[in-house]
């Protein structure tokens, strides 16, 4: 019978070709992770061009969801930056009472005592590892209204994260955020954050921590290697 092997150089030329669709794919993969981060936020100029085309009427909903916006960030940054648990009232004022928030860490609460129990273990508890942060929200587009007392958005923001150690951070996320109006008021009744895995300096840190135990790790392993090595040769 003839053999069916095939020939040494098909294979090294079949191995060359998933070497490149591999390094095509990741390509492609962080292209439009990088993309994705970088979507454009509204501007003031644009803002303003799509409220002056609306009704009246409409237009009014949007000043308040834009001057609700600018009031949430920064009672958002003000308990962010002072870490008191006394100045989370002014934020838990503009939540739902049925809030969801789903946090950067990927972690999920409901409700005002949930937000209060998450800022408390990250900010004051005992063992707490945040010191201070600050969020710079923009949004793409004017909200999207379900209905009058119900509206979407979605946007960017700049997070700055310092640390009990003292490394500090800043990321890039994506939010979506869904504002409901309760008793006259808008309310957050859902807030998700959403960082890139792409361009994210805390996974960046860790991978180089985890480069760092690899190689020294390798180096232990030699360094046994040789002393075992020695053993067994005087044996």
């Known amino acids: 019978m003839n053999s069916t092997k095939p020939h040494p150089a098909n294979r090294t030329n079949r191995k060359t070709h998933m070497k490149y669709a ?84 990927g972690q999920s609460v409901r409700g005002k005592n949930g937000i209060m129990e998450y800022f408390k273990h990250h900010m004051i508890d005992e063992g707490h590892y945040v010191k201070r942060l600050h969020h710079d929200f923009e949004a793409d587009e004017l909200s999207n209204l379900l209905k009058p007392d119900v509206a979407i958005n979605r946007g960017t923001s700049l997070g700055t994260y310092v ?12 939010w979506t955020a869904t504002m409901v109006k309760l008793d006259g008021r808008w309310t957050v009744v859902a807030f998700q954050f959403g960082p890139s895995i792409f361009d994210n ?31 067994t040769a005087k044996r």
Do not use: C
């Open 163 to 174: 640390f009990t150690d003292g490394k500090e951070f800043k990321v890039h996320t994506r």
């Open 201 to 231: 300096p805390v996974l960046d840190a860790a991978i180089g921590w985890i480069k760092k135990g690899a190689a020294i790790a390798g180096v232990v392993g030699l360094l046994l290697g040789v002393i075992i090595g020695r053993k």
């Open 22 to 105: 591999l390094y095509l794919l990741l390509a492609t993969s962080l292209t439009v992770g990088h993309s994705l981060a970088q979507t454009p936020a509204l501007t003031v100029a644009k803002g303003k061009d799509a409220l002056a085309a609306l009704a009246p009427e409409e237009r009014a909903i949007h000043d308040e969801l834009i001057a609700f916006r600018i009031a949430i960030q920064a009672a958002f940054n003000k308990v962010g930056e002072s870490g008191k648990a006394e100045d989370m009232a002014p934020l838990l004022e503009l939540v739902h009472p049925d809030v969801i928030l789903t946090a950067m860490n």
